[in-house]
């Protein structure tokens, strides 16, 4: 399993525990930035994660912003990006299994590192169900096709 990383300056240091929690792991990772808490603008970091994972160079993403929601909003813009914003493990576990997520996106300002890495495994360890929620996925791409 390979995973992208990326968060802006608020998400800094969480992302740092999160790359070590990951490493104890064994789980394979890119940092995509930004690398330090010099301001910076998320949908750089967003796009940037989110293309890797849409392209096939990895099998999730994981976004740490402030609150998660701009990083998490960026994420979706990218079509095909199923970007959920979790802050427990009973929505990181349904969005995986329910919406197959391939974009995990956390809010440092609203978790901490022992939940956040919590969130990580329950997202990560976590599969698709399909049946019934294959073609709710389905129609979300219909929708991103109608705006085109």
């Known amino acids: 399993m390979k995973i992208a990383i990326g968060s802006d300056h608020a998400g800094f240091s969480l992302k740092e525990a999160i790359k070590k929690h990951l490493e104890k792991k064994g789980v ?54 199923r970007a959920a914003l979790c802050h427990d493990t009973f929505s990181a576990k349904a969005a995986r299994a329910h919406n197959n997520a391939n974009i995990l996106a956390m809010g440092a300002r609203v978790i901490g590192e022992g939940l956040a890495c919590e969130i990580v495994d329950a997202f990560l360890s976590s599969t698709f169900e399909g049946g019934r929620h294959q073609r709710r996925v389905d129609k979300i791409h219909l929708i991103e096709d109608e705006q085109r």
């Open 28 to 81: 394979e990772y890119k940092d995509f930035g930004t690398y330090s808490q010099e301001s910076c603008d998320y949908p750089d970091i967003a796009k940037d994660v989110a293309l890797a994972v849409k392209n096939g160079h990895f099998d999730f993403g994981i976004l740490i912003c402030g609150t998660g929601i701009g990083i998490s909003i960026a994420a979706n813009k990218v079509r095909g990006i």
